[in-house]
Structure formats: structure tokens, C-alpha cells
């Protein structure tokens, strides 16, 4: 079998069953076939060889089909994807665009991070801003986003605008 219908192949059953990847004979380089298996399975992800894990534009691809890969794996050890990229801003985002709920698989110092947070909160999850600072939890503008899209969320809130301080954004 030639090099070129072995790759077609490849593509062939990548495009049935994305993880098919793993059977699959690949440069490291080949980021059209990890993005094919990726758009057929996210969990193809972790089949990947390490450079193609390593790349953002194809770990942003796997997290936009399934936040959970931002996790801890359910299976074995470690995490589905590379720590660094666990903390990597646009594949964080990507990933809460998507799926508001991300925001609970976040390293706790990209909590820190307003964008990320008022992103969940816009997505529209109620419980994102539980998983904000103290400092954001008083910000009356960010508590009032959150509110807007369900009142429960101002249980997260702080005591002060819980109890009357949320009036004049109303």
C-alpha cells in the first residue's frame, strides 16, 4: 500500500470514528488529521501523539467539543490534556465559549481572572459565579450580569448585595 492511500485510509476511518487516530501511522506534525479526529470525537484528543496535544490550535478544537477534557481523567492517571495548557488562556476560553460549566475545571488561579468568569456567567451557568474571587463576588456590575441571567446566582453573591445593595443596578 502506497504512502498516499495509507494516508487516505487513515483520514477514511479517522472521519467513522475519530479515535481510529491511535491505529493510525502519522507525522507529529499532522494537525488537518488530529483536527479531523477531533471534530468526529473529542476524546480522540488523548489518543494524539504528545506534539499534536502540545499544539493550541489543536487542544482549543478538543476542549470546544468537550470541556471535560480540561479535567481529571476518569480513567488511569494524570489529565486528559498538558498541564500548561490547562492554564493556557485561549484554550481556557474556548472551552467556557462553548460549555459555561468549564469554569469548575479551572486552576484556581485562572479564577482570578475576570474575562474567564463574566464569560461563564454570560454563557449563561448560574453556579459560574460561585467560582469567583471575594473581590468579584462585591463587583455590583458582575453580580447583576449574573443575576440577569438567573436570580439564584445572587446566592453567590456578597451578604452586601444579597441584602439590598443590587437594587439600583434593577
Known sequence: ITDRKYRELCRTAVRTHGCAVQHCKY???DVELALEAIAQNPWAYIHLAQ?????VTVAVAAVSGDCRLLGEMQW?????MPRHLRSNKAVLMAAIKHHPKAVRYL?????????????????GWWRALS????????????????YRHDPKSLRFASASLRNGGLAQFM
Open 51 to 55: 506534539p499534536l496535544q502540545c499544539n
Open 131 to 146: 467560582y469567583a474571587t471575594k473581590k468579584m463576588k462585591k463587583d455590583p456590575a458582575l453580580v447583576y450580569e449574573a
Open 107 to 123: 486552576p484556581r488561579h485562572m479564577r482570578k481572572d475576570r474575562e474567564v468568569i463574566e464569560l461563564a456567567i454570560k454563557g
Open 76 to 80: 488511569g492517571r494524570g489529565m486528559a
Open 27 to 29: 507525522s507529529d506534525d
